[in-house]
Structure formats: structure tokens, C-alpha cells
């Protein structure tokens, strides 16, 4: 039986509303959600609010870093982050999905985050303010629209907003507990096992720690309060090859709770294992061209399906544009792909946002309810190769109107932003990685190729450094695509004898949703692949101290490409260093 309460709204709800008064944050919002909906434009032109929604996260956040044995920065955050929407018009017109959407208009008297202790009063203002300016700009924003809408003919017309049941859910606030000085030495600690490694110019070990209470509630009846926790602690590297080549790694680990993380001992073997990796890179040589047979193992597999998922289940509408003055988004080459095969047909992907444990390792990806108070339920999104849904929130699509609760992050143009959950790829007709790996060496004498490749492990999400990250961009924009694909870190020839060769400096070509078609074998045995996500395309291994990061997991088989493209990126590289490392001096702890 669920611990939590969820009730449809009824108007004697009188539990919880005893909640309500006991609780300022509610009260503020319930008082002036009432006191708002009053609210109009004096003239012949009202524009009352059909829909007026608050939000907000009470966050106590904890942030440290260490490098070399130095501990360089740690941080204590307190904050109140609010969230204020209102609709003017209808569900059917409204001033959403327009490039109007979001204008500033007036001053701007309330800010962007509110006191961590504002009391009743306090809150009850930065509501009434923050109101009457999200909705005088709600109002010029619908104004342009209508205006915009009679020099245009739609080729389908679609609702502006969807309609979802008012659900009340009220759990107990999140109780901060963290000692901040056993993870300030943790971390001091734990960095200087890099000093064994002096080919690594820079490292880090960095740890968050956020624990808030998130509000909800708007003007149809849902009233929301939860916990949210995060705790992650990843580690990074960063290294030149001989020809001035960025070589970097990164380990992360996260959890829901704090005892979730894994032991001492774990950490040290992921860290270890990055710094290893990072001097093997500096001696591998530099991979060529390569058009044949690709083979990712499992923890691979599940970063490259965490990357095309999140950006092909996301369908993106384009907004009301001024005649002549289209908007561009990047589209999902699966939105209008719902009941065709986007898998070979022995393949299944479902987003079930809770669960606990697999093989004694949390997810990351539970969630009560919504950015927009709904409550997400189980989801067969692929079905025997075919794409049977999409994420949706309560922005209607073409095909499609409703949400199922996937609305997870902030988005543009009045509307939100759908992603992933807890994501399970299961395939029918698998084989161990052994057999898989013969399948793949098979493949290359068929074909008469030197070499196979093999895939151990992405830079999802990306620890790259930050020039890094723009060439990638840079090239994809050049090359007209509108996905980015990550780096590999751990990439290997595989020769017809079995034998494994460790190569760098390669980039995929051309990998997109359609390439998922031409996998054509899995492994039976999967891996379990945790991050937290930014809505950004290649999301960040630091992504656990940004202002809205969500937890994913994904678990999937190891996979066999018939076919993938690989080529060397063209840029230039940094110059080394015009004298060698200083030797460290370690001392043992």
C-alpha cells in the first residue's frame, strides 16, 4: 500500500486542508490563488485568467570541491525558487505557444527567488506581485498572438491546453540532515588519488548534496507538497596525448538518499579506474575512418539509448511565429513516426517513474508528480519495435493531446519541457556478450574488414571540457543535423583474432533514432545507467548542482550494429605545455 496521500480533488477535502493552514507556503498560495483570480485588464477587454498555476522548491543545497588533496570551495545554500503561470483566453486560444509567450512587460518588483524563511506575509506578497506581472505580460503576449494568428492560415489548428484531473497529494517535508565536514574530507581525500597519475593535469572530485520541498497548486484544485533528494558525487580528469589532444574520464554515482551511495571502497575503484583510463588514452593512437560492424557493450548501449530517447520521445510543437518569421526548433525524427518501427521487432522500451532497486543499486528516476501537478503512470513506449507513445505533458501536439505526466523540466514558450523516467530496453532474442562479441568478429571477416569496433563506455553525460563541447555543436550545426551524439571514452579495434586495440581522437557519424533500426542483436545481459539530467542535448556530468536537474536511469542490453559511421573530427588542438610536470610529493594517508 502506497505511504502516500493522493486524492481527486473534491471540495471536502478538510485533511487537507488542515495541511493547508498548518503550512505557510500553502497557505500563501491557496490565499492568493482566490484573492488572483479576480484579477482583470479595466476596459471593454478584460482578459479574466481562465488558469493561473504556483509552484516552488524550499531548497537547502550543499556543494563542495576538492582537487589534488586542496579543498577549493564549499558552499551552503539556502533558497526559495517560485514558479508563477497564468493563462488568459481559453484552452482552446490562450496565450501560450507563441513566440509572444513569456515577454516581459512592466516593472518587475518581484525577484527570481524568494527568502528561504519568508513567513505567510511575505509569501502572500511575492505571489500577489509576481502575479500581476506574469499576468499583465500574459495578456500582451495573447494580444500579439490574436494579431499574429489573423495574417496566418494553421494547417492544423490545435488546443492550446489540455486538461488533466486535479489531484491533492500532500507528504511531509524534506528534513535537511547532511554532516558537511565528513564529505568536505571526503573529498579532500578521495582527490588525492590523482597524485599518483602526474600525466593528469587537472582533476577533481565534487559532491552535491540537495534536499527540498516542493509546492504545488493551481486555480483547477490540485494542492501538492513533496520531498525531492539528490546526492551525487562524480570525479574528473584532464590530460593531453602527445599531439596536444584533450584525453579526459569522469565517474559518477547518485542517489535519492545519502545511504544510497555506494561504499568508500567503490568510489575508489571508480576513480582509480578513470585515472588509468586517462593515461592509457594518452598512449593510444589515433583511430581512422572506419564504415562497418559496431558493437556496444552494455553500460554504452544504455548511455547512447539515454541520449536518443530523451531527444526522440520528445515531441516539440512550433510556436505562433509573425508572417515571414518562422521559428526553427529542433524536431524528434519520431514525431510522426507513432505505430511504425523505430527497433527491430524483438525489441521493448517502457518509463516506469517508480521503482526501487535493481540488484541492490537505486534509481534515479522516481517522481511523484509533475512540473504540472499530474502524476505519472507506467508507459509502454515501444512495443515489439514500435513506437506506440511519446512523452507528453499538457501541451497538445499534432496527434496527440493530454499528458502523461512527463513534464520535468522548465520549457519555452508557456509550456513544459517532457523527459524520461526510469527507462527499461528489454530485447526478446539475446545472446550472452561472448556470443555477441563473435557475431561481431563474424561480421568483419564476412566483409572482408581489418577490424571490428568496439564501444565500453560514452562521455554521457559529458565531462568534456567546455571547447570540447563547442566544436561538437559547432560540427553537428555544420553538418545540418539538429542531434549531437557524444564522444566516446573507452573505444576499441577488435581484430578477427579477438584482440582488442584501445584507440582515441573518434567521433560517430550520423547517428540519430533512425540508426536504432539497424541493430541486429542484443545481449542478455544489461547494465544499469544513472545520471542526472539537464533539458541541454548532451546534459553534464556537473548537472547535480544546476538550478533544474532531474534523475534518470536507464537499463539495457549490449547491441550490435550491422553498420556505423566513424571519422576524425577536424579542429586544432592546444599546445603542450613548454615544460614538463613538477613531481608530486605523496605522502600516504
Request: charged content about 25%; overall charge neutral; some cysteine.
Given at each position: 500500500?502506497s505511504?502516500?496521500?493522493?486524492?481527486?480533488?473534491?471540495?471536502?477535502?478538510?485533511?487537507?486542508?488542515t495541511?493547508?493552514?498548518?503550512?505557510?507556503?500553502l497557505?500563501?498560495?491557496?490565499?492568493?490563488?482566490?484573492?488572483?483570480?479576480?484579477?482583470r485588464?479595466?476596459?471593454p477587454?478584460?482578459?479574466?485568467?481562465?488558469?493561473?498555476?504556483?509552484g516552488?522548491e524550499r531548497?537547502?543545497?550543499?556543494?563542495a570541491s576538492?582537487?589534488s588533496?586542496?579543498?577549493?570551495?564549499?558552499?551552503?545554500?539556502?533558497?526559495?525558487?517560485?514558479?508563477?503561470?497564468?493563462?488568459?483566453?481559453?484552452?482552446?486560444l490562450?496565450?501560450?505557444?507563441?513566440?509572444?509567450?513569456?515577454?516581459?512587460?512592466?516593472?518587475?518588483?518581484d525577484?527570481?527567488?524568494?527568502?528561504?524563511?519568508?513567513?505567510?506575509?511575505?509569501?502572500?506578497q511575492?505571489y500577489?506581485l509576481?502575479?500581476?506581472?506574469v499576468?499583465?505580460?500574459?495578456?500582451?503576449?495573447?494580444s500579439?498572438?490574436?494579431a499574429a494568428l489573423?495574417d496566418?492560415?494553421?494547417?492544423?489548428?490545435?488546443?492550446?491546453?489540455?486538461?488533466?484531473?486535479?489531484?491533492?497529494?500532500?507528504l511531509?517535508?524534506?528534513n535537511?540532515?547532511?554532516?558537511?565536514?565528513?564529505?568536505?574530507?571526503?573529498i579532500?581525500?578521495?582527490?588525492?588519488?590523482f597524485?599518483k597519475?602526474p600525466?593528469?593535469?587537472?582533476?577533481?572530485?565534487?559532491?552535491?548534496?540537495?534536499?527540498?520541498?516542493?509546492?504545488?497548486?493551481?486555480?483547477?484544485?490540485?494542492?501538492?507538497?513533496?520531498?525531492?533528494?539528490?546526492f551525487?558525487?562524480?570525479?574528473?580528469?584532464?590530460?593531453?596525448?602527445?599531439?596536444?589532444?584533450n584525453?579526459?574520464?569522469?565517474?559518477?554515482?547518485?542517489?535519492?538518499?545519502e545511504?544510497?551511495?555506494?561504499?568508500?571502497?567503490?568510489?575508489?575503484?571508480?576513480i582509480?579506474?578513470?585515472?588509468?583510463n586517462?593515461?592509457?588514452?594518452?598512449?593510444?593512437?589515433?583511430?581512422?575512418?572506419?564504415?562497418?560492424?559496431?558493437?556496444?557493450?552494455?553500460?554504452?548501449?544504455?548511455?547512447?539509448?539515454?541520449?536518443i530517447?530523451?531527444?526522440?520521445?520528445?515531441?516539440?510543437?512550433?510556436?505562433?511565429?509573425?508572417?515571414?518569421?518562422?521559428?526553427?526548433l529542433?524536431?524528434?525524427d519520431?514525431?510522426?513516426?507513432?505505430?511504425?518501427?523505430?527497433?527491430?521487432?524483438?525489441f521493448?522500451v517502457?518509463d516506469?517513474?517508480?521503482?526501487?532497486?535493481?540488484?541492490?543499486?537505486?534509481?534515479l528516476?522516481?517522481?511523484?508528480v509533475d512540473?504540472?501537478?499530474?502524476?505519472?503512470?507506467?508507459?509502454?513506449?515501444?512495443?515489439?519495435g514500435?513506437?506506440?507513445?511519446?512523452l507528453?505533458?499538457?501541451?497538445?501536439?499534432?496527434?496527440?493531446?493530454?499528458s502523461n505526466?512527463r513534464?520535468?523540466?522548465?520549457?519555452e514558450?508557456?509550456?513544459?519541457t517532457?523527459?524520461?523516467?526510469n527507462?527499461?530496453?528489454?530485447?526478446?532474442?539475446s545472446?550472452?556478450?561472448?556470443?555477441?562479441k563473435?557475431?561481431?568478429i563474424?561480421?568483419?571477416?564476412?566483409?572482408g574488414?581489418?577490424?571490428?569496433?568496439?564501444?565500453?563506455?560514452?562521455?554521457?553525460p559529458?565531462?568534456a571540457?567546455?571547447?570540447?563541447?563547442?566544436?561538437?555543436?559547432?560540427?553537428?550545426r555544420?553538418?545540418?543535423?539538429?542531434?549531437?551524439?557524444?564522444?566516446?571514452?573507452?573505444?576499441?579495434?577488435?581484430?578477427?583474432?579477438g584482440?582488442e586495440?584501445l584507440?582515441?581522437?573518434?567521433?560517430?557519424?550520423?547517428?540519430?533514432?533512425?540508426?536504432?533500426?539497424?541493430i541486429?542483436?542484443?545481449?542478455?545481459?544489461?547494465?544499469?545507467?544513472?545520471?542526472?539530467?539537464?533539458?541541454?542535448?548532451?546534459?553534464?556530468?556537473?548537472?547535480?548542482?544546476?538550478?533544474?536537474?532531474?534523475?534518470?536511469?536507464?537499463?539495457?542490453?549490449?547491441?550490435?550494429?550491422d553498420?556505423?559511421?566513424?571519422?576524425q573530427?577536424?579542429s586544432?588542438?592546444?599546445?603542450?605545455p613548454?615544460?614538463?610536470?613538477?613531481?608530486?610529493?605523496?605522502?600516504?594517508?
Amino acid at each position: 500500500m502506497s505511504r502516500y496521500l493522493i486524492l481527486f480533488f473534491s471540495p471536502l477535502l478538510l485533511c487537507a486542508q488542515t495541511v493547508v493552514d498548518d503550512d505557510p507556503v500553502l497557505k500563501a498560495m491557496a490565499d492568493e490563488l482566490k484573492h488572483s483570480s479576480a484579477i482583470r485588464i479595466p476596459g471593454p477587454n478584460p482578459y479574466p485568467p481562465y488558469f493561473i498555476e504556483y509552484g516552488g522548491e524550499r531548497s537547502n543545497s550543499f556543494t563542495a570541491s576538492a582537487t589534488s588533496g586542496g579543498l577549493v570551495r564549499a558552499v551552503r545554500n539556502q533558497s526559495f525558487n517560485p514558479r508563477v503561470m497564468v493563462r488568459v483566453g481559453s484552452a482552446k486560444l490562450d496565450n501560450g505557444n507563441s513566440v509572444y509567450t513569456g515577454m516581459a512587460v512592466g516593472a518587475n518588483y518581484d525577484s527570481g527567488q524568494w527568502a528561504y524563511e519568508g513567513g505567510y506575509d511575505l509569501l502572500r506578497q511575492q505571489y500577489w506581485l509576481a502575479t500581476d506581472r506574469v499576468y499583465k505580460s500574459a495578456v500582451e503576449s495573447f494580444s500579439r498572438k490574436v494579431a499574429a494568428l489573423k495574417d496566418l492560415t494553421q494547417s492544423e489548428p490545435l488546443n492550446d491546453f489540455a486538461e488533466a484531473k486535479p489531484v491533492v497529494k500532500i507528504l511531509p517535508e524534506a528534513n535537511y540532515k547532511l554532516d558537511e565536514e565528513k564529505w568536505k574530507a571526503k573529498i579532500v581525500t578521495l582527490s588525492r588519488l590523482f597524485l599518483k597519475f602526474p600525466e593528469i593535469l587537472h582533476s577533481s572530485v565534487d559532491f552535491d548534496a540537495i534536499s527540498d520541498t516542493a509546492y504545488y497548486m493551481n486555480s483547477e484544485g490540485s494542492k501538492q507538497r513533496f520531498p525531492e533528494g539528490a546526492f551525487h558525487l562524480r570525479a574528473r580528469t584532464l590530460a593531453q596525448a602527445a599531439d596536444g589532444s584533450n584525453i579526459w574520464d569522469y565517474v559518477a554515482f547518485g542517489s535519492e538518499l545519502e545511504s544510497g551511495l555506494p561504499s568508500d571502497a567503490e568510489i575508489q575503484q571508480g576513480i582509480n579506474g578513470i585515472a588509468e583510463n586517462t593515461k592509457a588514452l594518452r598512449e593510444a593512437k589515433v583511430g581512422e575512418a572506419y564504415t562497418g560492424p559496431v558493437l556496444f557493450e552494455p553500460r554504452a548501449a544504455a548511455q547512447m539509448m539515454a541520449q536518443i530517447l530523451a531527444h526522440e520521445l520528445r515531441p516539440v510543437r512550433t510556436p505562433v511565429t509573425p508572417p515571414g518569421r518562422p521559428a526553427t526548433l529542433p524536431q524528434s525524427d519520431w514525431s510522426t513516426r507513432i505505430g511504425s518501427r523505430v527497433l527491430p521487432d524483438f525489441f521493448a522500451v517502457k518509463d516506469v517513474p517508480h521503482k526501487a532497486f535493481a540488484d541492490g543499486k537505486p534509481y534515479l528516476g522516481n517522481f511523484d508528480v509533475d512540473l504540472e501537478g499530474v502524476v505519472p503512470e507506467p508507459l509502454t513506449l515501444i512495443e515489439k519495435g514500435v513506437l506506440k507513445t511519446m512523452l507528453h505533458t499538457r501541451q497538445p501536439v499534432r496527434g496527440h493531446e493530454g499528458s502523461n505526466g512527463r513534464a520535468r523540466f522548465p520549457g519555452e514558450f508557456g509550456a513544459k519541457t517532457p523527459f524520461m523516467s526510469n527507462v527499461e530496453i528489454t530485447a526478446g532474442d539475446s545472446k550472452p556478450m561472448a556470443a555477441l562479441k563473435a557475431s561481431l568478429i563474424d561480421l568483419v571477416k564476412q566483409r572482408g574488414k581489418a577490424y571490428g569496433i568496439l564501444v565500453r563506455k560514452l562521455d554521457y553525460p559529458s565531462a568534456a571540457p567546455g571547447e570540447e563541447r563547442q566544436r561538437l555543436m559547432s560540427s553537428a550545426r555544420s553538418s545540418g543535423s539538429n542531434f549531437i551524439f557524444s564522444l566516446p571514452l573507452q573505444i576499441y579495434k577488435v581484430y578477427p583474432d579477438g584482440r582488442e586495440e584501445l584507440i582515441r581522437g573518434v567521433k560517430f557519424r550520423n547517428i540519430t533514432g533512425r540508426s536504432l533500426r539497424d541493430i541486429t542483436a542484443a545481449s542478455n545481459e544489461t547494465s544499469l545507467f544513472s545520471y542526472y539530467a539537464t533539458s541541454a542535448p548532451l546534459s553534464s556530468s556537473g548537472g547535480g548542482s544546476s538550478a533544474y536537474v532531474n534523475g534518470v536511469t536507464v537499463e539495457s542490453p549490449g547491441v550490435l550494429f550491422d553498420e556505423l559511421e566513424i571519422e576524425q573530427p577536424q579542429s586544432d588542438k592546444p599546445r603542450l605545455p613548454l615544460v614538463p610536470p613538477p613531481a608530486y610529493e605523496t605522502t600516504s594517508n
